[in-house]
């Protein structure tokens, strides 16, 4: 797995202080005991200690090296409810609201990344995506550069009977749902941006259809091209192609006979899907029948990196993601 090691030397060699705010989760003990002894992160459990310490000793797990907060005990939580309320005042927050969300985890987390005590957070495995990504919005903010939050995978092809080799984004499969041509646009730039800082190579876009070319006429196809469009238009010197089918998008040879004038060259190593009915679908079957490691899904759009977990994840789930948003972390700052 040349491209998820190369992630993980990467974290290694500049390690990010990640909070972890499912704490009390066995899962996540293992997996921050696991990431503290590969020296990728500076890690913060929260939740009640007295559980985290009684988990961690029953399984064996020592958490030297690893902080451990619970909000309720934490000095910081007026400071974190008075910032909470100064943000979402306009928005109707009270002054009681924020110190209630404040002794939640989920929202303490990403306080800490929106006050700089944190590089960034990871949660999921006990909270919905949904929560996850409100909160990580609410508190972090979208960036600059950004008008939406989406979501991608990091598939890893690295069985020797995969042709295709490496490690390839697929976006968007877990966030939204059914994007207009301006959102799936953006998906696709987010997508390249994310390439670019995972892969450490060159993004090479294709905008997924069920026609290559033009060789189908629908109101679908017309979103995937006009998509490109916005794309080409704002990145001109990105690798993109559109509307294009999944075999000319992989496969060099059939690129070759079915579109004129290939960006990618059926080389593409971002796949982005016309909706998330067809990303979901298509990272499910390329993980379960493909045998492709799939890492996410990993927020993108976001101003400081805030990740979010299966609920069914591993611990070697969640040490891939902290690998992850410590990168993440080292482009943003």
Do not use: W
């Amino acid at each position: 797995m040349k491209a998820l090691n190369n992630i993980f030397k990467r974290a290694e060699q500049d390690p990010r202080r990640i909070v972890l705010a499912e704490g009390e989760d066995p899962r996540i003990i293992e997996a921050a005991v696991t990431a503290t002894s590969r020296g990728i992160a500076d890690l913060t459990l929260l939740g009640n200690a007295e559980t985290i310490r009684g988990k961690a000793e029953a399984a064996d797990l020592s958490l030297s090296g690893i902080s451990v907060i619970d909000p309720a005990d934490s000095g910081a939580v007026e400071r974190y409810a008075d910032a909470l309320y100064q943000l979402r005042q306009h928005k109707g927050m009270t002054p009681e609201k924020a110190a209630e969300l404040m002794l939640d985890p989920l929202h303490y987390a990403q306080m800490m990344v929106h006050l700089d005590d944190a590089d960034g957070s990871v949660c999921g495995a006990v909270y919905t995506t949904g929560d996850t990504v409100r909160a990580a919005i609410q508190i972090i903010g979208m960036a600059d550069n950004a008008s939406m939050i989406s979501s991608f995978f990091l598939m890893m092809l690295c069985e020797p009977f995969h042709e295709l080799k490496g490690g390839v984004i697929f976006s968007d499969c877990g966030l939204v749902i059914d994007p207009d041509a301006e959102q799936l646009s953006q998906i696709a730039m987010s997508a390249a941006n994310s390439a670019q800082t995972l892969l450490n190579e060159d993004p090479k876009v294709a905008m997924l259809s069920f026609s290559t070319s033009g060789s189908a006429s629908h109101a679908a196809v017309d979103k995937v091209v006009e998509a490109t469009r916005l794309v080409k238009a704002q990145m001109p010197d990105l690798a993109i192609d559109g509307d294009v089918q999944l075999d000319a998008a992989i496969v060099a040879e059939i690129a070759e006979r079915k579109v004129s004038q290939s960006e990618t060259h059926g080389r593409a190593n971002v796949l982005v899907f016309p909706n998330l009915e067809a990303g979901n679908i298509g990272y499910k079957l390329a993980e379960r029948i493909g045998k492709a490691d799939a890492i996410g899904p990993i927020l993108q759009g976001l101003k400081k990196p805030a990740n979010d977990l299966s609920r069914g994840c591993s611990a070697n789930d969640v040490v891939n993601v902290i690998a992850i948003t410590v990168v993440q972390s080292q482009t943003a700052k």
